[in-house]
């Protein structure tokens, strides 16, 4: 066995008393026992014989007063009590030993004051450790369950957790996905001959569904606005138990007010509490409201920038597709006003929501490169937006815009667009293409594209400000 553990062990029997009351009742005598024999014996017991008397005399042998040491010993292991008891049955013993020699005067009451004084003394500060030591021994055992109970917890909802995300890998929301779902509603609701109210009606059920899919909305009503641009209060399409609209709830109000997408994180006004989680506005391109979307229930790990940002431009595109069919048009030159407005907007959710989007612009020289031009727009993915424009020196330019889309998925585009130009064995010289730009930044180069476009300072302003 180690010194250490040696040491240990010794200093736990001699600090550490017994549980067993007879035991330590047992320890207490006999060491009061030990205690008075030592004091007795610390003294001699001379006898003198004169002519008319025996005088009886002591001596002291021991300089250090050896009672106390196991007085103190029975207090501290056991408290106040039992080293009382102990100083008192030792001073007791030890006046009988001193009575019965008859030599009382010889035994020293102030050793026996001092030593029933440092047994209280000892055995009360022995109490009052053993109940801060209780207190702390209840403290600690409560905490061990509080963090047992924690970690449990925590790996429980750990686990729900993961499973979670397993579950919602397989349901990954892409731009893509969602423009290709419009796409397939608009099909199924032609447009010609019939109203907008009654597209609505039609469309809502698909729309809000596919809303749901995007963000988790779990509890929500479509509804449309009438001629005043007030919402009506019967919903067109209602998920979930949906109670009755409350026209003046704070969030609706700013909703109306600003005309954009709101959740509690960016509502406009932090001073009140909503009872709604989202609501959504459906605009057109000519900046018509035509419905929205309140949902009182949402799956808040679902809420997120990238989401947001893809349901913003999804309900855009929505708006459109009921309000003409088109879901992203192939924009032609005179058309610059609903090109700013894109381009507007993406930049405006590229600043909200921190996610990328690219642009491209393409020149073609040639009449076998302007054909590049037709075969790519036919070919492109439904929620990019093109624009062909005659720049100021005459010539034919493609702006490819690509919402929601890396400089690296985007350079992708650019290489596929390469590689269709080398099939078509046209030179370098006959087809331009810029590197992708980054819309959601100060870019001073996409600023200059833009101004050989024939925009002003003013156009490019008011298209690249975040309000």
């Known amino acids: 066995m180690a010194k250490k553990d040696i040491l240990n062990t010794l200093y736990k029997a001699v600090t550490r008393g017994s549980k067993q009351p007879l035991v330590a009742w047992t320890e207490t005598l006999i060491l009061a026992i030990i205690g008075a024999v030592l004091w007795c014996i610390a003294y001699d017991i001379i006898d003198e014989q004169t002519v008319e008397e025996m005088i009886i005399s002591?001596?002291?042998?021991?300089?250090?007063?050896?009672?106390?040491i196991f007085v103190l010993l029975v207090?501290?292991?056991?408290?106040?009590?039992?080293?009382?008891?102990?100083?008192l049955t030792c001073i007791l013993m030890s006046i009988g030993y001193f009575k019965y020699f008859q030599i009382l005067d010889a035994f020293s009451f102030y050793k026996a004051v001092g030593l029933l004084i440092a047994a209280m003394i000892s055995g009360e500060f022995r109490d009052a450790w053993e109940e801060r030591l209780h207190r702390n021994d209840l403290d600690f055992t409560f905490m061990q369950r509080k963090l047992d109970l924690f970690t449990q917890n925590y790996f429980t909802l750990r686990s729900s957790h993961d499973q979670l995300e397993q579950r919602m890998a397989g349901q990954v929301v892409s731009l893509r996905s969602n423009i290709s779902e419009l796409e397939k509603i608009s099909e199924r609701y032609p447009i010609v001959g019939v109203d907008q109210h009654t597209r609505l009606e039609n469309m809502a059920s698909s729309v809000l569904t596919l809303f749901a899919q995007i963000v988790g909305i779990e509890v929500a009503g479509f509804y449309a606005l009438n001629e005043k641009g007030k919402i009506e209060n019967k919903p067109l399409y209602t998920l979930g138990s949906m109670q009755e609209i409350d026209l003046n709830d704070p969030m609706i109000k700013d909703m109306l007010e600003y005309r954009g997408l709101l959740s509690p994180a960016n509502t406009h006004n932090d001073e009140h509490n909503s009872k709604?989680?989202?609501c959504i506005p459906l605009k057109d391109s000519s900046d018509k409201m035509i419905a929205c979307?309140?949902?009182?229930?949402?799956?808040?790990?679902?809420?997120?920038?990238q989401n947001l940002a893809i349901l913003n431009l999804v309900v855009n595109y929505a708006a459109d597709m009921i309000s003409s069919g088109v879901i992203a048009?192939?924009?032609?030159?005179?058309?610059?006003?609903?090109?700013?407005?894109?381009?507007?907007f993406v930049f405006t959710q590229s600043t909200l929501h921190r996610e990328q989007s690219s642009i491209i612009f393409c020149k073609g020289k040639t009449k076998q490169?302007?054909?590049i031009f037709d075969k790519t727009i036919s070919t492109r993915r439904g929620a990019d937006i093109y624009w062909r424009r005659i720049n100021n020196d005459g010539e034919e330019i493609l702006v490819v815009l690509l919402p929601l889309t890396t400089l690296v998925q985007a350079q992708m585009y650019r290489d596929r667009v390469k590689n269709q130009l080398r099939l078509n064995r046209i030179s370098e010289d006959e087809f331009e293409m810029t590197e992708p730009m980054d819309v959601g930044v100060d870019n001073e180069l996409l600023n200059e594209e833009l101004r050989k476009l024939g925009l002003t300072e003013n156009d490019i302003n008011e298209c690249t400000k975040y309000n």
């Open 75 to 87: 207090a501290l292991r056991y408290g106040f009590t039992h080293g009382f008891v102990c100083a």
């Open 369 to 371: 490169a302007l054909e």
């Open 329 to 344: 048009p192939v924009i032609h030159t005179e058309e610059k006003h609903t090109f700013l407005k894109y381009l507007h």
């Open 276 to 278: 709604y989680q989202l």
């Open 293 to 305: 979307v309140v949902a009182s229930q949402v799956k808040f790990f679902t809420l997120t920038d």
């Open 58 to 68: 002591t001596s002291q042998k021991q300089q250090f007063f050896w009672p106390l």
